[in-house]
């Protein structure tokens, strides 16, 4: 077999690169989504400051909770149990049913989580998917990048599943919305 016969004509090959610029030029692209958010987004300060404060409280053998975590890596400064978040927010920060980078996933207490659960968007995946970073979801740890998806039906993040295993999406969750920090700027 000579290279001859095994290469394209150029005929062919030109007609096929024609083909492959009219398909791209009728495509409608897709929709796209901002992994960072309209606001500054995660502060790499603030995150060493939460992970390097769970550190030190698990070398003290003391329990490493969500809502200190999420106060020191957000700025979002909300003192209380997690279920109390979204209502003290009121007035003091602006919240919404949109996942941005840096915001606080607040959770609604359930019979498994009295206490609520607060978590903060380490980045957005898609309209329907983001990663977090947040403590205590297993016992004393923190999970940095856990995904999360949308499972509500008026796809206004209601309810959330949260990946707790690898490639496993676990129990639904009630969430009030999202707490977004305040920047200066």
Sequence with gaps: MSVE???PSKRKLSSF???LLLCAACAKPGPTVSTQSSR???DPARQTLALNEAKAL?????RVWCVPFARNASGVDIRGNAETWWSKATGLYDRGAEPEVGAVMAFKSTGSMPMGHVAVVSQVISPREVLVDHANWHRNEVSLKMPVIDVSERNDWS???LA???SSFGSVYPVNGFIYPKHNG
Excluded: D, N
Aim: hydrophobic share 45%.
């Design 5 to 7: 016969y095994a290469a």
């Design 164 to 166: 707790s295993e690898p």
């Design 58 to 62: 698990r070398a003290k053998g003391q």
């Design 17 to 19: 690169c024609v083909l």
């Design 40 to 42: 500054a987004g995660l």
């Design 159 to 161: 309810a959330v599943r």
